[in-house]
């Protein structure tokens, strides 16, 4: 199985990955380790402070990656992007804790402030319900990672638990007048 997990930067995906890969016993890849390993950066928004990956060289990369392994996890904020996936679990963080977590990173306001505006209005969310059939969401707010990674296995092993993780269910539009 061909598994991303993905969502807005600091909502949990590497911690969540790392542990379900160690339980499940699949390969894990982190695409961030991807893509600086294979320079993929298109350019640097000096605007945004962050490298600009190209998506498309990632997946070529990547789907090489994936022809070696039957059981694999994909780890990253881009991994929706991504060609051929069985599943797209995307970890949702309510936006005040989002904003403490960078906040605790030592990220910029700038970025603090993008990356919660994207996760009030379901950008990654929006994307992957356009590109893949299997989309799920996983709440990660004030949740022990353990639980959190519970929720992603339960998604992968058991189909017939899925229906409270369809998209949907996780609503942060109230927060829109945050900033």
Sequence with gaps: MKVAITGTPGTGKTSASQMV????????ISLTDIAEKNDLFEDYDEKRDTHVVD???????VQKELKKTKN???????????????????????????RRRLETKGWAKGKIIENVQAEILDIILQEAVQLHKDVYEVDSTKRPI?????????IIQEPESREPFKPGKIDWTGYSSYF
């Design 72 to 98: 694999v996890l994909l780890d990253g904020h881009l991994g929706h992007f991504l060609k051929e996936l069985d599943l797209v679990i995307i970890l949702r963080t309510n936006p005040n804790d989002l």
């Design 21 to 28: 890969s160690e339980k499940l016993k699949y390969k894990l």
């Design 55 to 61: 998506a498309e060289k990632l997946n070529e990369v």
């Design 146 to 154: 353990r639980t959190v990674a519970a929720d992603i296995i339960k």
